[in-house]
């Protein structure tokens, strides 16, 4: 199978959907598919080969890079839409197998694609953009098309709502990065130079008001005796000034993916932050990545009881929680976690169960029989 994916960034960089799309691409790989990663390159974007995306994500897989010069850069809609359109004009993709992308205008403009074509995507967007109904359920409905691969059942659901065929639809949730040893917690501490006796709670990811770590910085100045370490800060925004007038909070810059477990392995507790915010107001943070790592950690965790995370996290079997949006109640929860060593520990075992099948190659292995099964 050769597949060719088109990406809408140009340069290296720390954001999930960068990292998501690499890592997705090294997974396809490594069970044999010929991938080509295409990028847009404009005048002052750095020239990049696969290596270097390989070496910056950390990841094995045997994928090709190809930059083409294009003033279509960028994730806004028209530049977007205009990229994709170049694409499906290619002599490379149209001698490919399968086009297949994250790119949002895929889902209106996937016909133009010569070859057979899938659409990734994190996003409810028949619930977010309604005027796009008529254009998804065509694109759907295309001889040619193969299907949409959605992230989470809760976005595939709003696609399922506007008549998308069911067989046209695969949940494929993230992956975890299951190898590798884990440290023990004692030891990760000693490695950062963290207090071994404290009790340490721990976020990881983007450091952004737009991920509800107002809940967060809540849970600490309610409880001052705790250690909350958010990882993952790229500068001085608010969430950092916020955190500087807190003697219990620590901001950690973003670490590169070999070193964030231990991270997460000096951790008592995980923490997604206990908002609606993320994914109800913002509406960029479905089923977020963070979830994946946090369970493949094997550290109890503390999350909202949300629609999206539920699909994965179950209250006292795998993670422990609390409605959001209540600081009172997220503090409660903490005090469990910290208190109560077996709860902890049941928790972190069924966190551990729960990412056993959750390996980047065990979903790639899920889509390849899917978009198989489609052609």
Not at 8 to 31: H, I, N, Y
Not at 100 to 106: G, I, L, T, W
Not at 243 to 265: F, H, K, M, T
Request: proline share 8%; net charge positive.
């Amino acid at each position: 199978m050769r597949l060719v994916y088109p990406l809408l960034w140009s340069r290296l960089g720390r954001q999930a959907d960068r990292e998501q799309s690499v890592k997705t691409a090294a997974a396809f790989a490594r069970r044999g598919i010929e991938v080509t990663l295409l990028m847009p390159q404009g005048p002052r974007d750095p020239a990049l080969s696969a290596g270097a995306l390989r070496d910056w994500f950390e990841v094995e897989g045997e994928f090709e890079l190809v930059q083409r010069r294009t003033p279509w850069r960028g994730e806004g809609a028209i530049p977007s839409a205009l990229w994709y359109l170049e694409v499906a004009r290619l002599g490379l993709v149209k001698a490919s197998d399968i086009l297949y992308s994250r790119m949002p205008a895929a889902f209106g403009g996937g016909y133009h694609s010569p070859v057979p074509f899938a659409v990734e995507h994190y996003q409810p967007w028949p619930d977010r953009l309604p005027v796009l109904r008529p254009m998804i359920r065509r694109t759907a409905r295309a001889a040619h098309c193969l299907g949409f691969v959605l992230h989470s059942a809760y976005a595939a659901a709003s696609f399922r709502r506007i008549g998308v065929p069911e067989a046209r639809l695969l949940v494929a949730h993230n992956g975890a990065d299951l190898a590798g040893q884990r440290l023990g917690r004692e030891a990760a501490r000693a490695r950062l130079g963290l207090p071994a006796g404290a009790a340490i709670a721990v976020y990881a990811g983007r450091v952004s008001a737009r991920k509800g770590l107002e809940r967060v910085l809540e849970m600490a100045a309610a409880r001052p005796a705790t250690l909350f370490l958010l990882v993952g800060s790229e500068g001085e925004g608010p969430v950092e000034a916020a955190a500087a007038r807190l003697g219990n909070v620590r901001v950690v810059p973003w670490q590169e993916p070999g070193r964030l477990p231990q991270w997460l392995d000096s951790a008592d507790v995980l923490i997604v932050p206990p908002s609606s915010a993320p994914l109800e107001r913002y509406g960029d943070c479905v089923l977020p990545m963070k979830t994946f790592a946090y369970l493949a950690a094997g550290r109890p965790i503390l999350a909202p009881a949300s629609p999206d995370t539920a699909e994965l996290l179950r209250d006292g079997e795998n993670a422990l929680l609390v409605p959001p949006d209540d600081p009172a109640a997220a503090a409660a929860g903490l005090d469990r976690l910290l208190g109560d060593r077996a709860l902890a520990a049941r928790l972190a075992a069924g966190a551990r169960r729960t990412a056993a099948g959750l390996g980047w190659d065990d979903r790639a292995a899920r889509i390849a029989a899917f978009l198989k099964g489609g052609r």
